[in-house]
């Protein structure tokens, strides 16, 4: 039998349909407090040399690690192989889109966009109050993408009638007007004027505007002086800073207001409902173009949307808001997930545990979560007259096990992983899809180690969340060190040695970070990893956490060389941070296109008559039991439109069987992407189609591959 046409296979960092995320961009920063970090890397693990780190003011952190990866460049020899792996080509094509692909700036990146964002908050809630006279204003901070403020509006009464008129509500038009009356404060360029004065001061100035929610936030702040920022004479507001120095270095046709959402004072749902007005605000109007276009390109990737479309998983409200139903291709795709981070863990000598959902107060009391997370904690159930908790998280059930047996420090380091399914309460006005939600389930993992070990389990920490992000075609971060705060628990030696082993595992690995001075946890310092996606938005995913208090707490020790009983140190760690909220940043980056190792159906088996039915079914049966997710249509619909059924449901590798395919043994395969690419041999396409799984490779492009030679009779 004769060979027809290839297909090329690409690595998976080229197959996302927005492939400038994932080709390379190195960006170098300057020498200011806040640097562009950039670590070189390869999506098979080899690592470049980075710079060395600088340290950064709280105000200025988050530096950016942007990994750059490129696609495989050795291909393998076609006469071995049915696909090559290298799609030149394409990825030619993908690095130009990266080119002409401009990065964002973010408030952490960037100290002036921050402080043109903070100063156009202030000027909006100045221009909404000269707009309707009667709002009173709360808080305006800056946000990710620009800021907000809230307000709230009494019941007034009518002078003339003095009939009662209800609180205003917010629509598109007065928007407008408060937009117009912005342009009007930038265009006057009124200085930003910065005044500290005594608290009886502050009091007194309130007092005098009735502006009753500055109070509270007066209250609430419990240093001196208080710090006033004023625009020009008009108007002002409690603030820290910082601000730009006067509103007419606010590029106005940079600015945007958005939209009006409620909100409750304080969160709390007993106290006043606000109107939150959102606002973007931009350098310049270039700036604010290419993020509207990542708006309308972030509602076609909804993960709710697409994991509706595609049948992936619900939120079932007769079960109650915030738990995830996983549908068979849902689930599908998760099995894959936890089988990769199962494989990766056991490769690196982590063993793999499993744990209760319940466990009694007393074991939350012990670790404190009870004290600390009250409010995030499901209330509690008796049984049989003891009070018991559904878990929050899951490390009290780890320094359990460890406390199970003596410990040698011949036996350290511990690793356990578990994937372990946590509940916390959420309010459901804070329900999000995949990305919030009252049960998720953590990759967790706990360490326990001597401290002499601890910056060599870092690196290996961060050496795997690198290998299994880049699996996912994540390979741009930014990286956080976060320091001791005033209030925690540990000696200075070891919160020094711990922050030192920290520092000097990002070193190590060459990857610049950022450092939050005071803002690590109480209980130790922590590196924090956000992923960006294929549009430019960063999401919170791994960490990595020293911990002090919980060995303290649970009494934990091992015995020394010397024979004393010892702490070890405990490491938290996650990588996805949640399976359910990676879930939906993976199909939001992807658009719900999937890779080929993920796709919930890798080939589907599309009969052209009943004829040959059977044939499509031993072809399935075979593909499934070496892996692959391979499925029959039942043929009910005509060609064209099963074929369009298998792209809509974003199947990568359809294959349309006839009588012909039926006599010779083979399949003609159709990519998703590319149409039709010719006939193969079944077993010669299963067994490349379980390499490319297994390599997490991709149909990209054709090629020619040389025909088998026919063997000799002799």
């Given amino acids: 039998m004769k060979l027809g046409g290839s297909i090329v296979m690409a690595s998976f960092l080229s197959t996302c349909r927005s492939a400038s995320a994932f080709l390379p961009a190195v960006t170098r920063g300057s020498n200011s407090a806040r640097r562009v970090a950039t670590v070189s890397h390869q999506i098979f693990g080899s690592h470049y040399g980075g710079v060395q780190h600088s340290t950064i003011s709280a105000l200025q952190t988050n530096a950016l690690l942007k990994s750059t990866s490129a696609a495989a460049t050795a291909a393998t020899s076609s006469s ?57 204003v709360t808080i305006g901070p800056w946000i990710d993408n620009g800021f907000y403020y809230d307000f709230y509006f009494p019941e ?24 117009k009356s912005m342009d009007k404060i930038i265009s006057k360029n009124y200085p930003i004027l910065r005044e500290e004065v005594s608290r009886e001061e502050a009091k007194k100035r309130i007092e005098a505007i009735n502006e009753p929610f500055k109070l509270e936030i007066l209250d609430s702040i419990k240093t001196e002086p208080i710090t006033i920022y ?9 603030c820290a800073g910082p601000h730009v120095e006067s509103t007419g270095q606010l590029p106005k046709k940079a600015i945007a207001l958005q939209s009006v959402a409620g909100a409750y004072w304080r969160g709390d749902e007993n106290r006043e409902m606000l109107q939150r007005i959102y606002a973007t605000a931009w350098k310049d109007p270039k700036q604010l173009k290419l993020h509207k276009k990542r708006i309308v390109e972030a509602k076609k990737r909804d993960h709710r949307v697409l994991g509706k479309k595609l049948d992936l998983f619900s939120i079932q409200e007769d079960a109650g808001g915030g738990l995830v139903f996983w549908h068979p291709k849902g689930s599908t795709i ?34 404190g979560h009870f004290d600390f997370y009250k409010e995030g ?40 992983g ?26 967790d993992a706990h360490i326990f180690c001597l401290p002499e070990q601890l910056q060599d389990e870092i690196v290996d920490v961060l050496k795997l969340t690198q290998s299994i992000l880049s699996r996912f075609g994540f390979n741009k971060y930014e990286l956080m060190v976060s320091t001791r705060p005033e209030k ?4 200075d030696e070891i919160w020094d040695k711990a922050t030192e082993a920290l520092v000097g595992a990002l070193d190590e690995l060459g990857w610049e970070y950022g450092t939050d001075e005071g803002g690590g946890a109480f209980y130790g310092p922590k590196i924090d990893l956000k992923i960006k996606d294929a ?24 015995v020394s060389a010397e024979g004393t009983r010892e702490r070890p140190i405990m490491v938290h760690r996650a990588i996805f941070g949640s399976i359910e909220r990676f879930f939906g940043i993976l199909i939001e980056n992807c658009a719900g296109d999937l890779p080929f190792w993920l796709a919930p159906v890798q080939m589907k088996l599309l009969p052209v008559t009943d004829a040959v039915f059977d044939y499509c079914k031993e072809v399935a049966k075979k593909a499934n039991k070496m892996g692959l997710c391979v499925e029959v249509d039942r043929g009910s619909e005509r060609l064209a439109k099963q074929i369009r059924n298998a792209e809509q449901s974003r199947i990568p590798v359809m294959s349309v069987v006839g009588m012909k395919e039926l006599e010779e043994g083979t399949l003609a395969v159709r990519s998703r992407k590319l149409g039709d690419l010719g006939s193969f041999g079944v077993d010669d396409l299963l067994a490349e189609l379980k390499r490319c799984d297994g390599d997490a490779e991709e149909m990209m492009k054709m090629g020619a591959v040389p025909e088998k030679k026919e063997e000799s009779e002799d």
């Fill in 80 to 136: 071995s192989r049915l696909f090559s792996t290298v799609a030149k080509e394409s990825a030619a094509a993908n690095t130009k889109e990266e080119e002409e692909e401009e990065e964002l700036p973010t408030n952490e990146s960037d100290i002036d966009l921050l402080k043109l964002r903070h100063t156009s908050a202030h000027v909006m809630a100045m221009a909404v109050q000269q707009t309707f006279p009667e709002a009173q």
């Fill in 156 to 179: 007034t009464t009518d002078a003339e009638s003095g009939e009662v008129v209800p609180s205003r509500k917010l629509t598109d038009a007065d928007l407008k007007k408060v937009k």
């Fill in 230 to 238: 004023s625009i020009g004479d008009q108007w002002w507001d409690l």
């Fill in 334 to 367: 998760r099995r894959k997930i936890e089988d990769f981070w199962k494989e990766q863990h056991l490769e690196q000598d982590y063993d793999i545990v499993y744990t209760p959902h319940i466990a009694n107060l007393d074991l939350w009391k012990t670790s």
């Fill in 377 to 416: 904690m499901f209330d509690q159930m008796d049984v049989e007259n003891e009070v018991y908790q559904i878990k929050p998280m899951n490390c009290p059930f780890h320094c359990l096990m460890y406390k199970d047996d003596i410990r040698s420090y011949r036996d350290l380091p511990f690793r356990w």
């Fill in 418 to 443: 578990e994937l372990g399914t946590v509940y916390r309460y959420e309010r459901s006005g804070t329900l999000h899809g995949l990305m919030r939600v009252r049960g998720f389930t953590q990759d």
């Fill in 488 to 491: 925690s628990v540990g000696s």
């Fill in 535 to 558: 549009i430019g938005r960063t999401w919170q995913c791994s960490t990595v956490q020293c911990d002090f208090n919980l060995p303290e707490r649970f009494d934990l020790e091992y």
